[in-house]
């Protein structure tokens, strides 16, 4: 077994490029993203997160995803030993143009968030059969 599969791996907090003014702890969610051939995949690990505390936007070609968990429902937990720190999720990429922004979908099950991001027809490839 190497180190890092037994490795305990903390969330990662954000390193804002502004400051916040909202007094709650922000973390980068765990993230993969794969293609296929009609579609990225972006899929991130939103945990405490419910549909209506996801946030989806695109503006200037930049993707940007916030989750916002319910803080109070942790008031009264008394944490014997805790590796899992609670707070809000936010992260944010930049759309290449072979992406169709106007078809972008999203689904929330078991604390992972899928965004699927269409390519545009142009840029899915396609064999062309020699006749």
Do not use: W
């Not at 939103?46 to 989750?67: A, F, H, Q």
């Not at 991001?117 to 396609?126: D, G, I, N, S």
């Amino acid at each position: 077994m190497s180190p890092q599969e037994v490795s305990v791996q903390e969330k990662k907090p954000l390193s804002p490029n502004e400051e916040r003014t909202e007094a709650a702890a922000f973390f980068v969610p765990y993230t993969d993203v794969h293609e296929t051939a009609d579609d990225v995949i972006v899929t991130l690990e939103m945990p405490g997160c419910t549909r209506d505390g996801i946030e989806i936007t695109v503006e200037k070609n930049v993707l940007k995803i916030e989750g916002s968990i319910d803080s109070g429902a942790y008031t009264d937990v008394k944490p014997i030993y805790t590796e899992y720190n609670v707070g809000n999720f936010t992260r944010s990429f930049t759309l290449s143009t072979q992406i169709d922004s106007e078809q972008i979908s999203a689904n929330l099950s078991d604390g992972l968030l899928t965004v699927t991001l269409p390519k545009v027809k142009q840029a899915v490839a396609r064999r062309i059969n020699v006749q």
